[in-house]
């Protein structure tokens, strides 16, 4: 499978302050890579859809100039949690489909935010 | 809208036995369905895609069932460690459908 790597690990931040996190895909170019939030106990979330060169595609619900996504090249995504406060603090996974089939999905190891 | 539906309790067994998981969907006809294994603080992993012509699916002890007409779709780990303890996701995917995910079910294989 692919290898989809994501960082931080971890973070811990204080309210107010914005957090990025990288999702880089090392295997293959991905056009597209996905960005899910999970909450303790809850099913993976789908917030966006990140394509490269071009605009995200946000799911209903998920407020855009909060959660901002840049796809600059074929290989990163980057998701901007802005003005974070504690209700944004979750686990956040990037992904990315297998680029041959775009069938399987390859899941980075998450992203841990603790907004204090 | 569309629906995923995993047991929400936990799956106990004793290792050794079949452990054998249920994925139920509404309202909507994917073109195959996806199984992952997910631990705890980590990315769901990918372990079988079966499609919606395959009746059945087998990677050496895990197998997967799909049942289109039922809308379901069994996963069976045979001969249970306890290292197969984890949380397992259900998704299924195709076509114009939005990649989405059951909530998992925890599975625990005890010595």
């Known amino acids: 499978g692919a290898v989809v790597s994501q960082h931080p690990s971890r973070v811990i931040c204080k309210s107010g302050t914005s957090v990025k996190i990288e999702c880089r895909s090392l295997?293959?170019?991905?056009?597209?890579m996905f960005w899910y939030r999970q909450f303790p106990k809850q099913s993976l979330m789908l917030m966006a859809t990140?394509?490269?060169?071009?605009?995200?595609?946000?799911e209903q619900g998920v407020e855009k100039d909060k959660f901002l996504i840049n796809h600059a090249s074929l290989t990163l995504s980057t998701l901007t949690v802005t003005s974070a406060h504690p209700e944004d603090s979750s686990f956040y996974i990037c992904?990315?489909?297998?680029?041959?089939?775009?069938?399987?999905?390859?899941f980075g190891p998450g992203t841990r935010l603790l907004v204090l | 809208s569309q629906k995923i539906e995993q047991n929400s309790e936990a799956l106990n067994i004793q290792e050794g036995k079949t452990a054998t998981l249920t994925c139920n969907y509404t309202?909507?006809?994917?073109?195959?369905l996806q199984w992952y294994r997910q631990d705890p603080g980590r990315g769901p992993v990918f372990l079988l895609l079966?499609?919606?012509?395959?009746k059945e699916k087998r990677k050496e002890r895990l197998k997967v069932t799909f049942d289109t007409t039922l809308k379901q779709s069994l996963f069976h780990i045979t001969a249970s460690q306890p290292a197969d303890s984890a949380t397992y996701l259900c998704?299924?995917?195709?076509?114009?459908?939005?990649?989405?995910f059951g909530r998992g079910t925890s599975l625990i294989v005890h010595p």
């Open positions: 309202n909507y006809s994917p073109a195959y």
């Open positions: 295997d293959f170019q991905a056009t597209t």
């Open positions: 998704a299924p995917s195709g076509g114009s459908y939005i990649p989405t």
């Open positions: 992904s990315v489909k297998d680029s041959s089939t775009q069938e399987t999905q390859y």
């Open positions: 990140s394509n490269e060169g071009s605009k995200a595609t946000y």
């Open positions: 079966i499609r919606e012509n395959e």
